[in-house]
Structure formats: C-alpha cells, structure tokens
C-alpha cells in the first residue's frame, strides 16, 4: 500500500486549502443557520410589501386590491416579469399579483384567477397566497343571480375568531430550507476541494520524474492504479463526510422533521460525480496552475447558474437551459423537491450519473492520448 500512503501523505500537505474552505463553509452556515430553534412551527401574520397589478379594474378587483392594502404595503411594479423577478429578488417587494383582465369571469368558473409571485426564501409571504384564497372563497360564496354580494364578504372577512393550536405536527419549513440550503451549498465546496486538493496530488504523480520510476519499479500497473484510485476514494469519502456529519451535530435534532435520505443520496451521488469530473479533468492537465484556477472558475461559475447561489426559480429561461448541461442543476433541483419515494427522484439521479459516465469517458480517451504521446 505504498502508493496509498504517499497519495494520503501528500493530500495532506494541501490540509490548508480543506481547512479554509471548510472554516469558511461552516462559518457561514452557523450565520445563516441563527435563530431557526425560535422560528421552528411558527407563523404570525406580518404586514408585507406587495405590487398589485389591476389589469381588470372591476368592482370585484378593486374591492380585493383595497382588502390587500388594508393588512399590506403597496409597492410600485410594472407588469413585466423580469422587473418582477428582479423586485423580488432584491427584497424590494415580498409578493406581487397580477390581476388579468377577465378576473371575474375565471372567479366565477373557479378557474385560477390570479398570478402571484412571491420570495419563497421568507416563510411570511406564504400569507399572501392565504389571504387571496380566503377573498374567493368568500366572494364565489355569495355569488348570486350574476352578481357578488361584496358588503357580505367585507363582513366576513372582517369577522375575528380566535384559535388554540392543540396539534403541531406540520414540519418545518424554515428547517427544510436550512438543509435545503446547506447541502446547496456544499456542492460549491465538493467541486471546489476535489479539484484543487485531488487535482494537486495527481498532479504530483503525474511528474515525470515520478512516472520514470514507476516504469522501473517492480509494482504492477493494476496495483499501483488501485491504491491510486483508493487513495482518491478516501480522501473524497472523508471531505463529504465531514459536511454530511457537520449537518448533524448543527441541525441533528430537525433531522426526523426533514427527509435526510433525500439529502444523503443526492450528496454521495453528486460526490461521485465530481469525482469523475476530478478524473477527467486530470487526465487533461497536470499544470498546476491550470487545475486551481478551472477549480475556481467551475466551483464558482457552476454555483450561480445552477441554483446555489441565486435560486433557480429566479434564474432566466436561457439560464436555466445552460444549467442543465451541469450536474449542479440537477443536484440542487432535487434538494427542493418534496419526496414521497426515491422514483420522485430517480430522473434527476441518472443525469447526474449520466454526468460521471460521460466525465469518464473522457477521461480515459484522454488518458490514452498521453499514453500514445
């Protein structure tokens, strides 16, 4: 197990590049992760910054626009769905609704009458989506001989009762959206760290020097490449495992409130993938200098146009489309999704599984290149 202990040894010169990723990952969780214990099954109704959009100016609208305004602020928007989304996603505003031109006409089918965009990253604006809910409910019940009676349902909507929670068994969101963002998150680091640190000790076998004795020495190629491989296996295996148990010992008492296998075998799947891309990439260069700057450039670059960074629901169509060329689209994709079974899933793991075949394949072309070269 000589190559083995030389890859380990070697790995662990470049310790300062796994430390300062991981102390800067971790410091940034503890931060975004402060004060979920206080929000945990919570829920108050706050006044939000909402844009109403009235492109029906009917009695039924204005009289919904004036209810909103009565439990909201109102801010100026255009009804143009980027400035939408961008309003959004600057927190200038909590949710904005577009009111359509035939409004009364889809309340009256009970067809979906109304277009709300809302930051899914605060649990509050979830209330929004409540309150117009409530309106037609309330306004499709007193429809009557083709017209809504809105006196009774300002009546009704005025009325205050009050309730006792007897019964907290909802998970909770603000914990899903810790994990959900923490794993996210990781994907930025694993990229990052495989490249850069198992990149770098490939490289160091790769030296010419280092390949001149190999072809001397008595070891076997099959045994030198599966320690080799071993090698790259554990040190993988333990990177992943310290933000798998670094989830645990933050958030280890959520975790029968969230589906944590969801989290797991996405995160080891994704591993592996970035592990083939590692081999690939290895395979290409042995510069130094060229695998720490593509280690950057992917782990950053991959990040904001896959989700990590900026939500993918924020992220443009032509965005969205490139990203799924990359395996970080369909990892973050699933750490979103609400899961029944592992087939909810299934689509999202054979692409990214796809992914590692493909990376290597490549690989090994490359690989064979050098060797005729």
């Given at each position: 197990m000589t190559v083995y202990r030389y890859f380990i040894k070697i790995a662990l010169k470049n310790k300062g590049a796994i430390l300062t990723y991981t102390i800067i990952f971790f410091a940034l969780t503890i931060l975004s992760g402060m004060g979920v214990g206080e929000r945990e099954a919570k829920f108050t109704g706050t006044r939000l910054n909402i844009g109403i959009i009235d492109n029906s100016s009917s009695e039924l609208s204005i009289s919904l626009k004036t209810y909103l305004e009565e439990k909201n602020d109102i801010v100026d928007t255009i009804d143009d769905e980027e400035h939408i989304k961008e309003q959004i996603f600057l927190e200038m505003a909590d949710a904005i609704i577009i009111i359509p031109k035939d409004f009364e006409e889809k309340v009256i089918n009970r067809e979906k009458s109304i277009e709300i965009y809302k930051d899914d990253r605060k649990i509050e604006s979830m209330q929004i989506q409540n309150q117009v809910d409530k309106f037609l409910m309330f306004a499709n019940a007193t429809y009557e001989k083709g017209k809504f009676n809105l006196a009774d349902v300002n009546s009704a909507l005025d009325e205050r009762i009050n309730v006792e929670l007897i019964d907290n068994s909802a998970k909770n969101i603000s914990i899903n959206e810790w994990f959900k963002t923490y794993y996210n998150f990781t994907s930025y680091v694993i990229i990052g760290l495989y490249i850069s640190v198992?990149?770098?000790?490939?490289?160091?076998?790769?030296?010419?020097?280092?390949?001149?004795?190999?072809?001397?020495?008595?070891?076997?190629?099959?045994?030198?490449n599966m320690e080799m491989y071993l090698g790259q296996l554990t040190l993988a295996g333990l990177i992943t495992l310290v933000f798998i148990l670094g989830s645990i010992v933050l958030k280890g008492k959520y975790i029968e409130e969230i589906d944590f296998n969801k989290y797991l075998i996405n995160?080891?799947?994704?591993?592996?993938?970035?592990?083939?891309?590692?081999?690939?990439?290895?395979?290409?260069?042995?510069?130094?200098?060229?695998?720490?700057?593509?280690?950057?450039?992917?782990?950053?670059?991959?990040?904001?146009?896959?989700?990590?960074?900026?939500?993918?629901?924020f992220l443009g169509e032509k965005t969205l489309a490139l990203a799924k060329f990359l395996p970080n689209y369909y990892f973050v994709k699933i750490n979103g999704m609400t899961i029944n079974s592992f087939s909810d899933m299934k689509f999202e793991i054979l692409m990214q599984l796809l992914f590692a075949a493909a990376f290597i394949l490549m690989g090994l072309y490359f690989s064979k290149t050098q060797q005729e070269v």
């Open positions: 198992i990149g770098l000790v490939m490289s160091e076998f790769k030296d010419e020097n280092v390949e001149q004795r190999m072809k001397i020495s008595s070891k076997k190629f099959l045994s030198f995160t080891i799947i994704f591993s592996f993938t970035i592990l083939c891309l590692t081999y690939f990439i290895n395979n290409f260069t042995k510069n130094k200098f060229i695998i720490n700057g593509i280690s950057v450039v992917l782990s950053l670059g991959t990040s904001f146009i896959s989700g990590v960074m900026v939500p993918q629901e």
